[in-house]
């Protein structure tokens, strides 16, 4: 088969996620199935895959799905822990003394602590902590979930001290002998060229990411306002933009010099330390008269609810008194314990020693071995957490156990979703295309699998422009695979070679594999386990591919804007002019979108 037959038939089980998830609105309960079942076909039928490959490839997802369901337990453990104790009241009197307009809350809640905890854990978990903190301090689940996906961008190319940079640039590029003998050209070492692409990371990032806690604000009130309007978002221009520039600086400043582990852990961390105190003096914040509230409960729509909504927050017990500090200790704990985890390598080992990690070694004679340290999840630390709450706020045993009661119940209809998910992304990746009849007239494609396939083929189709296009593949890569890492893994490699085919040299060639990192970290935005895990936190289900279609915004925006500046910088016109032509055109396009806002809500009011 050609290049072009071959990724048509790559694209169908991404097409038929997209078609029932987004399209049809199907839950990702029933649409996640029929993608495994298409994935399984495809791979047995038409790529050649055998049997036992594509078995062991089933069980590595099963085993990957539930660890996530891990992550999402503990998380939803622990909001369940402080609201049961009475914590959560404090926590919310403590927000709304800081400002009680929902932009802000959600841009120190979502953007900038769920960064942090991006930075020292990653995979999925700032959502999975940020949405049901939201949602206990009163935001719609539908909007506490949105606004904790579009933050799956800026910080995750550094989520977990630097994973998808440390392992998944460093995996994919790393003794390549295209790559290597490159580097012997130029003189300079892999450590150095790893380097040089972080700094290309964080610079990108460091612009494009900037906007993001605008686009929360935006969205926020374009969907969750009676107006329907972008623009009440956007009159907190100020605070979003120094909010954003109090992340980014000392991001992009710690990448240049520290390199990929700590830029969103120490970002996020001093953006925190500057914007709180500012907040509480009124630096930056919208005018009294201009707070933005949700309206009152009886008439939020149906689709905003989550279970988590339902669920009255426990009357506080006036004999238990809890300090702010107290109340917000388990999270403390939390983000220090990730820390230590991913930092002190004797803590690492031991967390990972052989006694408490699970092997399954060549699964069905697949040649594929799946293990798992459920110490060193991130669930664990949120048990940890909550066990540290348990005892810090002296709970009833009574009331402890009903945490853990609704924590399960929680958890239990996303992970039918995440079972058959995370098994066919696992397929997806685990293709090699045989020989034989579908590889008879592209032989040089024999081995690649479906998200190379993809790759190539659009590698071909956008020559020259591939730099713009890279970005978008990324992103690609982390919406099958579940991951930026995996994405990275997956591409890094094909990325600098376009690149060099395309002409450009070595440290060009770098710019475009740090032009996929950044896509890689957007595309977390609509990675579907991400989707489905924030919204079992706050019991929000069925409603995966409506939060899909609302967060295609900021992720054509990133992506757009990401392969433009990449495109800017290779061919070296990237100068104050092209940084004033890319904010006109931004603020071109917002004005846009705020007066079609604007006329729609305007005519949905007019009578029929």
Partial sequence: ??????????????????????????????????????????????????????????????????????????????????????????????????????????????????????????????????????????????????????????????????????????????????VMTALEKTGIGFPEYLLQITTNIVLIHGIVGTLIPLFLAALLTRFFSPSKSFREGLKVWKFAIFAGLAFTIPYFLIGITLGPEFPSLLGALISLIIVIPAAKRGVFMPNAEDTFEFPPREKWEEEWFGKLNHEAAKPQDESRKISMLSAWMPYVVLAILLVLSRTIDSFTALLKHS???????????????????????????????????????????????????????????????????VPMIKIFLNTSLATGKAAADSASLVGENMPLILAESVSVVSGDFWPIVAPIVGALGAFIAGSNTFSNMMFSLFQFGAASNIGLDTAQAGIVVAMQAVGGAAGNMICVHNVVAASATVGLIGKE????????????????????????????????????????????????????????????????
């Fill in 1 to 178: 088969m050609s290049l072009l037959v071959l990724s048509i038939i790559a694209l169908l089980p991404i097409v038929t996620i997209f078609v029932f998830l987004v399209l049809f609105n199907w839950p990702a309960s029933r649409a996640m199935p029929v993608a495994l079942v298409v994935t399984t076909l495809i791979a047995i039928f038409i790529w050649g895959t055998k049997a036992n490959i594509v078995a062991g490839a089933a069980f590595n997802g099963l085993i990957t799905a539930l660890e996530v369901i891990f992550i999402v337990f503990g998380a939803v453990l622990l909001l369940n822990t402080i609201k049961e104790s009475g914590a959560i009241h404090t926590i919310r009197n403590g927000f709304t003394t800081i400002s009680p307009d929902r932009r802000i809350q959600a841009i120190i809640i979502a953007f900038l602590f769920g960064s942090f905890i991006e930075g020292a854990s990653g995979f999925g978990t700032p959502a999975a902590v940020a949405a049901p903190l939201l949602v206990a301090v009163g935001f719609p689940a539908l909007a506490a979930v949105m606004v904790s996906l579009v933050i799956q961008s800026t910080a995750v190319s550094f989520g977990a001290i630097g994973t998808p940079i440390q392992i998944g640039v460093s995996t994919g590029l790393a003794d390549q002998p295209a």
């Fill in 545 to 608: 591919g409506l939060l899909i279609r609302r967060v295609l915004f900021p992720l054509s925006y990133y992506l757009l804007t990401a392969g433009f500046l990449g495109m800017a910088i290779i061919h070296g016109v990237f100068n104050i002019w092209l940084l004033i032509a890319i904010i006109i055109a931004a603020s071109f396009i917002i004005k846009m979108a705020t007066d079609k806002s604007s006329l729609l809500a305007n005519t949905s009011r007019q009578p029929s």
């Fill in 355 to 421: 006694a408490v990690t699970i092997t399954f070694d060549n699964m069905f004679e697949s040649g594929i071995t799946t293990a798992t340290a459920p110490l060193f999840l991130p669930g664990f630390f949120f048990i940890i957490a909550s066990l540290f709450g348990y005892l810090l706020y002296r709970m009833k045993p009574a009331e402890y156990a009903l945490a853990w009661k609704n924590s399960f119940l929680t958890v239990v209809t996303a992970g039918v979703a995440l079972i058959f998910a």
